[in-house]
């Protein structure tokens, strides 16, 4: 299975709104759980949010009310919507499935918030 190709990040200011894209192959996107993952400079990736295959979604406290986790099986693409961004939403974000595998990480997209 192909990795996962992350873009849509970038520099913006606090308040501010990003939409990420992830596009991936057809059989990991529509027969699997996926999600968004972060990793801040110095910590650990964590999960921010999670689709699964029956439309549940699930989010990290940090994001919830803010992120929105959607995809569409036609594009092969998944999307986090990323509104009223904080400075701690500064970190480069991947998508994989959920759980991850590893081999299907790719090099993420970079979203800096900063004033």
């Known amino acids: 299975q192909a990795q996962f190709v992350e873009s849509g990040g970038g520099l913006v200011q606090p308040g501010e709104s990003l939409k990420l894209s992830c596009k991936g192959s057809?059989?990991?996107?529509?027969?699997?759980?996926v999600g968004w993952f972060r990793q801040a400079p110095g910590k650990q990736r964590e999960s921010v949010a999670e689709?699964?295959?029956?439309?549940?979604?699930n989010y990290a406290d940090s994001v919830k009310g803010r992120f929105t986790i959607s995809k569409d099986d036609a594009e092969n693409t998944m999307y986090l919507q990323m509104n009223n961004l904080k400075p701690e939403d500064t970190a480069n974000y991947y998508c994989?499935?959920?759980?991850?595998?590893?081999?299907?990480w790719g090099q993420g997209t970079q979203v800096l918030v900063s004033s």
């Open positions: 994989n499935v959920d759980p991850p595998l590893s081999r299907l």
């Open positions: 057809s059989t990991v996107l529509r027969f699997r759980a």
């Open positions: 689709l699964v295959n029956d439309g549940t979604t």
